[in-house]
């Protein structure tokens, strides 16, 4: 029994990392989303968030085998993040030109709005990352009788609480880099940047997706994709840091 539970202890550590990991660039989507919202609302937004966040997680668990055959909800969610990130970047090199002319202040999205964004984007990412638990979870031995979503008991458990716990980190993650952002205004377009590299990583999900497989089914799982991708992701924010830095040194 010890052994079983020393088990059970391993994975969920393992789960609790690769959701940190997973939550680190979900974490810069979300920072982006709220924080055009004045300082007091982006703390309510990202709690709102969190909470829808909780209950989207325990009944995906329930629903995971039918939510994978939707690859629409990546595709979306690709879609999404993929306009955000071209919008802005747009936006930005035509404000740049158009320094003599007066310009209207941009409508942005209001507070309920912005909730609904952030538990549409919640949800996009979290049918990967449940997928990744799932595939870990399952290789436990079975603890106790009975089964949770067709999923035994104990293991249910040690999905749910990775999960949660990588909700969370996201959560106190997205409140730094809001903080980051207010610091160093222009780290925004990095910021952006980044969030359509995850789009791109949401669309390549979508593409290898089995119902479709545009791609090969195992390559966006592949080691070389996802070295790719966080080399890609580190330069990206690395690059806006010392512009960031540099930028605030000429302004002094």
């Known amino acids: 029994m010890e052994t079983i539970l020393l088990e059970y202890a391993w994975v969920l550590v393992v789960l609790i990392v690769l959701e940190g990991l997973l939550a680190a660039d979900n974490a810069v989507v979300m920072a982006v989303m709220v924080k055009h919202l004045p300082k007091h609302q982006q703390q309510k937004a990202l709690l709102y968030g969190l909470v829808g966040a909780f209950i989207f997680r325990f009944a995906a668990l329930f629903l995971i085998t039918v939510l994978v055959n939707f690859w629409q909800i990546q595709a979306i969610g690709a879609a999404y993040l993929l306009f955000m990130s071209i919008k802005h970047i747009y936006d930005s090199r035509k ?70 716990i990588g909700v969370i980190m996201m959560r106190f993650a997205a409140r730094w880099f809001v903080t980051v952002l207010e610091k160093y205004p222009s780290l925004e377009t990095a910021a952006f940047l980044i969030v359509g590299w995850v789009g791109v990583k949401l669309a390549v999900l979508t593409l290898g997706h089995e119902k479709l497989e545009i791609i090969p089914h195992t390559f966006p799982h592949s080691t070389g994709w996802k070295i790719t991708f966080w080399v890609v992701l580190i330069a990206i924010a690395l690059g806006g840091y010392l512009i960031g830095v540099k930028n605030q040194k000429k302004n002094v």
């Open 95 to 164: 404000g740049s030109g158009d320094d003599d002319e007066i310009k209207e202040p941009k409508k942005q999205s209001g507070f309920w709005m912005t909730v609904l964004k952030v538990e549409l984007a919640d949800i996009a990412f979290a049918v990967d990352s449940i997928l990744a638990a799932v595939a870990i979870a399952v290789t436990l031995p079975h603890l106790g009788g009975f089964d949770i979503g067709g999923i035994n008991a104990g293991q249910f458990a040690v999905m749910f609480l990775g999960g949660i």
